[in-house]
């Protein structure tokens, strides 16, 4: 890795730098390149983060990013089922539920039946 200014952003010593990157490389030569086990993956990427801050404020953002869409995926489709029964519902005719009586027992009040309090 070529360094980019780095060391004014993270201040690490020479030999710690050299140590984070002959971790990765093991991580890398065990594992694969990029590490096929999650716990090995997060380590390795967790040691390159170290080296470059930015690579962490990436990750995050893209996280942030995939979670809100996922996130307003599911909302959309909650929202999408919520209309699609509501208009089943008002479509159809059902009457009054099966086993219950009915409540209106005869014409309603009009004209002159009709009270006026």
């Known amino acids: 890795m070529a360094d980019s200014g780095i060391f004014r952003i993270n201040p690490l010593q020479g030999w710690q730098r050299e140590a984070i990157l002959k971790a ?59 209309e699609r029964r509501a208009a089943d519902r008002r479509k159809a005719n059902l009457g009054p539920p099966a086993g219950w009586p009915e409540r209106r027992k005869g014409e309603r009040r009009a004209g002159d039946r009709r009270s006026r309090s």
């Open 24 to 82: 990765a490389a093991l991580l890398r030569e065990k594992f694969g390149n990029p590490p096929s086990d999650l716990a090995a993956r997060a380590a390795h990427d967790g040691l390159l983060e170290v080296l470059d801050p930015a690579r962490r404020t990436v990750r995050l953002q893209k996280e942030m990013s995939e979670a809100t869409r996922k996130a307003a995926l599911t909302e959309r489709a909650e929202r999408r089922a919520r």
